[in-house]
């Protein structure tokens, strides 16, 4: 999880003495323990800020200050302002609770839990202080980015360390909330810079220019696909963009320009110390995503910058016409009775209420112990009952449950599929292979063009793989061990590896989807290394766990056709086991010189029962062709 600081003087102003401010770090480090933070402790940061762009990086004593400036591009280390060091509480960000992201925020928490504020925050929302329109291109596959939520902020005091608290708050959402700005992408502008009647849409990216955040005075507007090419944050996020044919604008009735959602700012929108109204828009894929982005930006803003007030926007696209942001709350429902038995104490109904108001939520009891919550808007991660329960367990305090042993003891036992697996390992050990562990994820033609394979129908693929490398779960052992012989090509020969492992099917009679099967795979180098070899593998393996198997040869990739053997009757049409010599194409293709032969087996199917009991000490696999002759 990302590291975030809170500055401590700011977060002892917001709690206020009535609210805890006069407590010592260490309390407060303690108390937001209890709150589930992950703290590490307090530090002292140093600060310097660009001085090009006046973005302010904050480093540890080991961190040097970074060679360039991310948000605008300059040279950062030659062209940096210093500034004075900041004493901060380190914790790495709650990805559940986006809305403890900054002081504001962990103030209006800590205020509830502490018992000084109790029930839902109010915000109250001034008139419509401008409307936005929306492009029905928007929604067309070409410029998808059809959703938008705003807000205004008036009379704000934006001093540098809240300019900083606004800026790693938008930062730390695109992380939590946005996945990296896909899902939800934040602007923030300054109001007086644009008129209240704004559009968003959808334009050519050859024909549509402005100046990026961070341009010079003399800099020249840029094309959109320019600083796609270009600025820092366009390269940066240029993926989110390539496949549209025109891309999302937000520009004003008078053609200035307020973003690229969601790339960058305009030059012209800054905000700087001196902005006293604020124009924020969230843009993304689907509404809720963004209207609970926004209220988070929103409520934690009026809770950092006190004074400050909000009015809403008026948004019209094609589902008609609404008010952004809605502070509506959302309504669930607890049962005290559930939540104590849940929790393993004792719990009235009065109690948990009062604990879901210190959790800042608004309670109204009812008949037979049931709650009625109303949720902040604010909030997240509130998506069932047992959030709910959660939520009364941190009042209550996890500290004060006391540890007590289940009534019921049972002992375990090393599952059988496990004690098959140990014995595979202790057995190729014992025959001189060396245990690798490779990736389950892998792609296509990793995993099946170098191989000579058809990609698997039944693979598992990823809906958003991180990189092109990792697209999919593998379906074999194989590929692993031939891509580990690759790497060690210029190694000492033979090289004997082995995997025990896990692949993945889809299947549409699984509780998920997909199953999983454990395999045992094999694999030799070697200039003398031939199909001889690797059969007595199979046959030691076989004798090891007293299977008899009817082997037949085998014409399946990457193996030599008469120079391997299966045992068919396997799950999915898949055999129980193969071996062979590897096809010298295959050797070609992963740059191995000298012969190779590997071995796959199901160990599901291995641990099972032997057919006629165990086998004695002379047993042996028997390979017979198709025509019932015997293979040497």
């Known amino acids: 999880m990302p590291v975030i600081g809170i500055p401590l003087r700011r977060l002892r102003e917001l709690l206020g003495e009535s609210g805890g401010g006069g407590v010592s770090a260490e309390e407060l480090v303690e108390r937001l323990g209890h709150l589930g933070c992950d703290v590490e402790g307090t530090t ?161 990216p050859e024909q549509f220019r402005f100046r990026p955040l961070g341009a010079a005075p003399s800099d020249r507007s840029q094309r959109l696909h320019e600083i796609l090419q270009t600025h820092p944050k366009g390269m940066a996020y240029a993926h989110l963009l390539a496949a549209h044919q025109r891309y999302p604008l937000l520009r004003d009735a008078a053609g200035v320009v307020l973003s690229m959602p969601p790339i960058i700012n305009s030059e012209e929108t800054r905000v700087r110390s001196s902005t006293r109204r604020l124009f924020i828009d969230v843009t993304g894929m689907r509404r809720r995503v963004v209207e609970r982005t926004l209220n988070i930006v929103v409520t934690s803003l009026l809770e950092n910058l006190r004074g400050a007030r909000a009015a809403t926007v008026r948004v019209r696209d094609a589902d008609g016409e609404r008010l952004t942001p809605d502070f509506t709350p959302q309504e669930a429902w607890v049962d005290a009775h559930h939540a104590a038995r849940i929790l393993g104490i004792e719990l009235s109904p009065a109690e948990a209420a009062d604990a879901l108001r210190r959790m800042r939520h608004d309670v109204t009891e009812a008949e037979d112990g049931r709650l009625r919550v109303a949720v902040p808007a604010y909030r997240n991660d509130i998506l069932h009952e047992i959030d709910l329960i959660e939520d009364i367990a941190i009042a209550y305090g996890y500290h004060r449950i006391i540890p007590t042993l289940v009534p ?91 995997e025990v492992g896990d692949v993945s099917l889809l299947d549409p009679q699984a509780e998920t989807g997909a199953r999983e099967l454990r395999r045992l795979a094999c694999g030799i180098v070697s200039p003398r290394t031939g199909f001889e070899e690797i059969k007595a593998v199979a046959e030691a393996i076989l004798r090891e766990f007293a299977r008899e198997a009817e082997l037949t040869p085998s014409m399946r990739a990457p193996l030599m056709r008469g120079r391997a053997a299966e045992a068919p009757g396997g799950r999915a049409s898949d055999p129980n086991l193969f071996f062979g010599e590897v096809h010298p194409e295959v050797l070609e293709r992963y740059g191995l010189q000298n012969p190779a032969v590997l071995l796959e087996v199901d160990l599901d199917w291995l641990s099972g029962e032997p057919e006629g009991g165990r086998a004695d000490g002379n047993a042996a696999a028997r390979v017979t062709d198709r025509g019932g002759g015997e293979v040497p």
């Open 408 to 498: 019921t003891f049972t002992v375990g036992e090393e599952h059988p599929l496990e004690a098959t697996a140990q014995s595979a390992r202790a057995l190729l050990c014992g025959l001189g292979f060396l245990e690798v562990m490779t990736l389950v994820l892998t792609s296509d033609e990793a995993h099946d063009e170098l191989l000579g394979w058809e990609p698997d129908p039944r693979r598992v693929q990823i809906a958003n793989p991180i990189s092109r490398e990792q697209t999919r779960v593998r379906t074999s052992l194989l590929p692993g061990l031939l891509a580990t012989l690759r790497h060690n090509a210029t190694r000492p020969l033979p090289q004997m590896i082995f």
């Open 44 to 204: 002292e940061l140093q600060r310097v800020r660009c001085s090009a762009c006046g973005a302010i990086y904050e480093m540890t004593a080991t961190e040097e200050v970074p060679p360039r400036c991310e948000a605008c591009g300059a040279e950062l280390r030659g062209g940096h302002e210093r500034l004075a060091p900041l004493e901060v509480i380190r914790m790495e960000l709650l990805a559940v609770r986006p809305d403890m992201f900054d002081p504001g925020g962990l103030a209006r928490v800590l205020r509830g839990y502490l018992g000084v504020e109790t029930g839902r925050p109010d915000y109250p929302l001034g008139e419509p202080a401008a409307e936005v329109t929306v492009d029905a291109a928007l929604r067309d596959p070409a410029s998808y980015r059809p959703q938008i939520a705003c807000a205004v902020i008036e009379d704000v005091d934006l001093d540098e360390g809240a300019l900083k608290i606004l800026m790693k708050l938008q930062e730390n959402l695109h992380w939590a909330i946005g996945r990296d700005r896909k899902h939800a992408s934040i602007g923030v502008y300054d109001f007086d810079r644009v008129e209240p009647q704004i559009e968003y849409v959808a334009e050519d």
